[in-house]
Nanobody, 125 residues
């Protein structure tokens, strides 16, 4: 089982960016998915989570109203649309997965057991 994040990059403050996470080796629709981020010197922070069907989402306070999580079970892909980006959004962004019968909505890193290598997002002022 593996997930691979793509779409990171260097953007200016106020711009938008969309991250993707492609899953392989497991039945994507059976899993709750989430995005986390970690900046140097900081703990891993829960950004957003989505349940298996896509109708239950949660967001961290710092991204509420600016970011949107979604999934396409037909493409085994998770997305994170990021808008109104700020320099404080700069971090490595990680995709994570856990079977939906274990957790349906969580921003706690310890609830997930499949992790990607991350994609870097850098926002300049």
């Amino acid at each position: 089982a593996a997930v691979v994040e793509t779409g990171g990059g260097l953007v200016q403050s106020g711009e938008s960016l969309t991250l993707s996470c492609t899953a392989t080796g497991f039945t994507f629709r059976d899993y709750t998915m989430a995005w986390f981020r970690q900046a140097p010197g900081n703990e891993r922070e829960g950004v957003a989570s989505i349940n298996w069907s896509g109708d239950l989402t949660s967001y961290g306070d710092s991204v509420q109203g600016r970011f949107s999580i979604s999934r396409d079970n037909g493409k085994n892909t998770l997305y994170l649309q990021m808008g109104s980006l700020k320099p404080e959004d700069t971090a490595m962004y990680y995709c994570a997965a856990r079977r939906h019968y274990v957790v349906q909505r969580s921003l706690r890193a310890s609830d997930y057991d499949i992790w990607g290598q991350g994609t870097q997002v850098t926002v300049t002022s």
